[in-house]
């Protein structure tokens, strides 16, 4: 299987502020890495596709970046509804993995 | 707009199978993949497994010898059983829709999931 390891596991920042969070994959996954932003008790949210596809209705503040092992998520001036935690996911081959999460909290 | 709910028994018993059902709406269940996703309380996702309109499967080798996983297209809908459960299969279960990306696939739509508990 295909590790996917987040990095910081927890995050604090203010509004305004420029947030980025890491994803590394155990091995080359080409671009096949998608970010998910998950609100306690509600479902996964489709953020980017493709490591930098932004997905329809996601606001532009959202971008991604990334290839082969490397792939980052950055939220270029925090909302107050971006306070939910993030997940990578790899679609490169199955089993389909996800990162252990990132969780942004407010400062 | 592609809806997606699960339905089935929110507790099941230890070793007991799990069953649940994923109604489609808004669109037809061919042409796609479609997954089922677990969430254990308070901790991170985990891929189960997915079926395409055909019924062909693929599974998580981690749950492949108790997962089965099916489809209704007269429905509209698929399916997860999941045998010989055990308190660490108390989940929140998602099913979700695949999209072929540019690059592989993303999950574009999920259920609300539901949260199944095993326990006696």
């Known amino acids: 299987d295909i590790q996917m390891t987040q990095s910081p596991s927890s995050l604090s920042a203010s509004v305004g502020d420029r947030v980025t969070i890491t994803c590394r994959a155990s091995?080359?996954?080409?671009?096949?890495l998608n970010w998910y932003q998950q609100k306690p008790g509600k479902s996964p949210n489709l953020l980017i596709y493709a490591a930098s596809s932004l997905q329809s209705g996601v606001p532009s503040r959202f971008s991604g970046s990334g290839s082969g092992t490397d792939f980052t998520l950055t939220i270029s001036s925090l909302q107050a509804e971006d306070f939910a935690t993030y997940y990578c996911q790899q679609t490169y081959s199955t089993p389909y993995t996800f990162g252990q999460g990132t969780k942004l909290e407010i400062k | 707009q592609v809806q997606l709910q699960e339905s089935g028994p929110g507790l099941v018993k230890p070793s007991g199978t799990l069953s649940l059902t994923c109604a489609v709406s808004?669109?037809?269940?061919?042409?796609?993949?479609w997954s089922w996703v677990r969430q254990p309380p308070g901790k991170g996702l985990e891929w189960i497994g997915e079926?395409?309109?055909?019924?062909?499967?693929t599974y998580n080798p981690s749950l492949k010898s108790r997962v089965t996983i099916s489809v209704d297209k007269s429905k509209n809908q698929f399916s997860l059983r999941l045998s010989s459960v055990t308190a660490a299969d108390t989940a929140v279960y998602y099913c979700?829709?695949?999209?072929?990306?540019?690059?592989?696939?993303?999950?574009?739509?999920w259920g609300q999931g539901t949260l199944v508990t095993v326990s006696s």
């Open positions: 091995q080359t996954i080409s671009i096949s």
């Open positions: 079926i395409y309109h055909s019924g062909s499967t």
């Open positions: 979700a829709r695949e999209a072929a990306g540019r690059d592989g696939y993303n999950h574009d739509f």
């Open positions: 808004g669109g037809s269940i061919s042409n796609n993949w």
